[in-house]
């Protein structure tokens, strides 16, 4: 059964740091590019990052760019999204997905953690 | 970036009726159009991929159409359970963008 676990969120103040974590079973992570997706309290879904199999291309959205930084290590079936210098508007749940393509559909989701970005 | 518009924001339907929600793109993107289910306090779940192909375990239902601009997605004799938002995404260019969501409510 493939199985997505994100982790790692929580309170934070404006310009701080949170590292969010993704544990991936059931499936060989490595054959997959991943995404960060979130969705702020109440609103719509908005894609965050994404990173191919072997952590060679990486593509971020306008807003989080020189603040997020996605990476994967394929050893421990684990994607990770260092997030600096945070903003309110970053509050959100946070949500790992797979995906066999760059240009393609995410199959499957993780059940998100959320992120508050609160003085 | 391309944007999706959905219409519309929100659908009050009762059992058995037919719905039917369009996401429009500013461009074209062919049939790089997918379509999520999200229920209250659960993550997203794939619908249809590539504007119109089925996807395992989905009940047939659900249908999508359409192709360049314009896309709908259809639930033919909607179901209680059926009550949830609706999301298209689009992944013919960077960034991947989602259309605002259409919420659906069950008389």
């Known amino acids: 059964e493939v199985q997505l676990v994100e982790s790692g969120g929580g309170l934070v103040q404006p310009g701080g740091s949170l590292r969010l974590s993704c544990a991936a079973s059931?499936?060989?992570?490595?054959?997959?590019?991943m995404s960060w997706v979130r969705q702020a309290p109440g609103k719509g879904l908005e894609w965050v990052a994404n990173?191919?199999?072997?952590?060679?291309?990486?593509y971020y959205v306008d807003s989080v760019k020189g603040r997020f930084t996605i990476s994967r290590d394929n050893a421990k079936n684990s994607l990770y999204l260092q997030m600096n210098s945070l903003r309110a508007e970053d509050t959100a749940v946070y949500y790992c997905?797979?995906?066999?393509?760059?240009?393609?559909?995410?199959?499957?989701w993780g059940q998100g953690t959320l992120v508050t970005v609160s003085s | 970036e391309i944007v999706l518009t959905q219409s519309p924001d929100f659908q009050s339907v009762t059992p058995k009726e037919k719905v039917t929600i369009t996401c429009r793109a500013s461009?074209?993107?062919?049939?790089?159009l997918h379509w999520y289910q999200q229920k209250p306090d659960q993550s997203p779940k794939l619908l249809i991929k590539?504007?119109?192909q089925s996807i395992s375990g989905v009940p047939s239902r659900f249908s999508g159409s359409g192709s360049g601009t314009d896309f709908t997605l259809t639930i033919n004799s909607l179901e209680a359970e059926d009550a949830a938002a609706y999301y298209c995404?689009?992944?013919?260019?960077?960034?991947?963008?989602f259309g605002q969501g259409t919420k659906v409510e069950i008389k």
């Open positions: 590539y504007a119109s």
């Open positions: 997905a797979r995906s066999w393509y760059s240009y393609a559909y995410w199959d499957y």
């Open positions: 461009q074209s993107i062919g049939s790089s």
């Open positions: 995404h689009q992944s013919s260019s960077l960034p991947w963008t």
């Open positions: 990173i191919k199999q072997d952590g060679s291309e990486k």
């Open positions: 059931g499936f060989t992570f490595s054959s997959y590019w």
